[in-house]
């Protein structure tokens, strides 16, 4: 399973764009991106997945370069709200059950009023 | 509301007690769910994985007698903490492999259980 390594933390303010990105070097062929939000004292949150090149929500922005080796989540115009842990996962799509998903410590991100 | 439902959300209970924690797929059939367990300021750390109608399998480190994993049927798994002890407190969560009807593979996550063992 490839392992992700993101920044341990990130300060912003309310109405900034933020941008956290992902490395995940050894990222399989057949392996998705996917970010999820946790709060505290709770389960994660899907935020939003994706394969190649880029993917938008109502939430947020998923950039991914060609070689797939890296992924940037965008978060536009963040709230005081928006204070979370993002973690960042590689997810392998297809073999069945295979979901045993290695996470890492994910990016603490505070945002300040 | 939740796609995946954990109950209880809080429980406190005396050491050498044995604590029940339920998972429930709310919309769609799971047949393979999982167990994490989450310490403070740390990351989720697989426990277990749950199949319906056969034995769950454990993580290396996991004793398989103290955390009973039950998944008997197709929107429900629970783990049950046995002779619970301090040491034991951590914030509990699973999550759903969405299959079956719905078909999209995706994983869900529950709300999580926060156990406080005295």
């Known amino acids: 399973l490839a392992k992700t390594t993101q920044p341990i933390s990130m300060d912003s303010y309310e109405g900034q764009e933020v941008n956290i990105t992902c490395s995940h070097n050894n990222i399989a062929t057949n392996d998705y991106i996917t970010w999820y939000q946790q709060f505290p004292s709770q389960g994660p949150r899907f935020i939003i997945q994706g394969y190649k090149t880029k993917v938008t929500n109502e939430v947020a922005s998923l950039f991914i370069p060609a070689d797939r080796k890296s992924s940037t989540l965008s978060l536009p115009r963040v709230s005081l709200s928006d204070t979370a842990v993002y973690y960042c996962l590689v997810v392998p799509r297809g073999a069945g059950n295979n979901r045993k998903l290695i996470w890492g410590l994910g990016t603490s991100l505070a945002v300040n009023p | 509301g939740a796609v995946v439902s954990q109950h209880p959300s809080r429980v406190i209970c005396k050491s050498g007690t044995s604590v029940k924690i339920e998972c429930r797929s709310l919309?769609?059939?799971?047949?393979?769910m999982f167990w994490y367990r989450q310490f403070p300021k740390q990351s989720l750390m697989l426990m277990a994985t749950s199949n319906e109608g056969s034995k769950a399998t454990y993580e290396q480190g996991v004793e398989k007698d103290k955390f009973l994993i039950n998944h008997a049927s197709l929107t429900l798994s629970t783990l049950t903490v046995t002779s619970a002890h301090p040491e034991d407190s951590s914030f509990y969560i699973c999550?759903?492999?969405?299959?079956?009807?719905?078909?999209?593979?995706?994983?869900?996550f529950g709300e999580g259980s926060r156990l406080t063992v005295l």
């Open positions: 919309d769609f059939q799971a047949t393979t």
């Open positions: 999550s759903a492999l969405a299959g079956g009807d719905r078909g999209t593979g995706e994983l869900f």
